[in-house]
């Protein structure tokens, strides 16, 4: 039961964890290596929340592109 | 005139002959793959510790693993026909081995490749039951392109498990394969927390260019304007570029055919049943030169 729920979850929620754990990351590590962002504090919510909103919108819209 | 029905066809070309040549291009043991397949995982793998060292630069790693990626596909595509093992079942174990570790560095599971591409086998163009339909008549080679780069293709499989419900092993199969896929995700998501740039270069492009390059030139192109039936599902094509950067995927229809034919046999086996597929009217039979080994069917318009 609960592992259904869990896999329901990866298929329903997958563009969102993919956003927040994948583009965040890339996002951050770009951001950080840039150095244009060196005086913005808690750089790593930013980016991380872009990488998750991004996430979110393909999931509601159902497709990335 | 183009003959379709088998009784229309003399019995000079019958199935019979034509399957029995068919069979002697099938018993070589296909260690040219195996050597692809297993080494080209290896190098890819090889790039992790040299680009995190600094011994290669990041932009060197991303061009050899998304050549290694265009490489990956076609040794689990011969696993997944157990063209390793020829039917040998103390063998299978070698087709399992090299279909699941080429496919790595593509980011997919052998087992939801072999059992959709099974069902494309057996319902190639059935717009309804072939996995692998809208990748192949999506339209344009743009959208092909898109639907491959997004992940359509791959909800396609998905889809088709509800299409095969009713089908047992089709559905154990694919089930079997999806704590795979999780792992596979699960580990790209770790790896790219510790090792963005690395991560998002040495295997999530490289991954999207291997399925995008299979994608058009497995699916797209060689069942481009096709219709459903044996002899009519795949073609012969050629344009202008050569076969040795297409995995020679010009000569697709004849695996088709005859799927147990060897991948690096399957130029002399076409040379050898030219005749039967010109009588059967497979299309663009009629243009298939009559030496193919060294042939590189380039056609410029």
């Known amino acids: 039961m609960l592992v259904e729920k869990f896999f329901d979850h990866i298929s329903n929620w997958s563009k969102f964890w993919f956003g927040l754990i994948f583009l965040g990351s890339i996002i951050n590590e770009l951001a950080n290596q840039s150095g244009m962002f060196i005086s913005v504090s808690s750089l790593y919510l930013w980016t991380y929340g872009l990488g998750a909103m991004i996430g979110l919108i393909a999931k509601f819209r159902g497709a990335w592109f | ?301």
């Open chain 2, 1 to 301: 005139m183009v003959l379709i029905n088998s009784k229309d066809v003399s019995s000079q070309f019958s199935f019979e002959k034509e399957k029995a040549i068919a069979k002697s291009f099938s018993q070589r043991f296909q260690w040219e793959m195996i050597l692809i397949g297993i080494g080209q995982a290896m190098i890819w793998l090889s790039l992790w510790p040299l680009v995190i060292n600094g011994i290669i630069p990041l932009w060197a790693g991303f061009c050899i693993a998304s050549l290694c990626a265009c490489f990956a596909y076609l040794p689990s595509h011969e696993s997944q026909h157990g063209n390793y093992s020829r039917g040998n079942p103390k063998m299978r174990w070698l087709d399992s081995l090299v279909g699941h570790i080429t496919l790595i560095t593509l980011i997919s599971p052998y087992e939801i490749l072999r059992v959709t591409h099974m069902k494309h086998h057996a319902y190639t163009n059935d717009h309804e039951k072939d996995p692998d339909y809208l990748s192949a008549h999506s339209g344009s080679l743009l959208k092909t392109i898109k639907r491959a780069a997004d992940g359509s293709s791959v909800s396609d499989y998905e889809k088709s498990l509800e299409v095969f419900a009713n089908d047992k092993n089709f559905v154990n199969s694919y089930t079997k394969a999806i704590p795979i896929a999780l792992l596979y995700r699960a580990t790209l998501l770790t790896l790219v927390v510790i090792f963005p740039l690395e991560t998002l270069l040495l295997w999530w492009m490289p991954a999207k260019i291997g399925t995008v390059y299979t994608v058009v030139f497995f699916a797209y192109l060689p069942h481009l304007g096709t219709s459903k039936g044996r002899y009519k599902d795949t073609r012969f094509w050629s344009h202008w570029m050569p076969r040795y950067i297409n995995h020679s995927m010009q000569l697709h229809f004849i695996h088709h055919l005859h799927p147990g034919i060897g991948h690096y046999d399957e130029p002399k086996a076409i040379e050898a049943l030219k005749p039967f597929l010109v009588e059967r009217g497979v299309p663009g039979a009629d243009q298939i030169p009559d030496k193919i080994s060294y042939n590189p069917l380039i056609k410029i318009n």
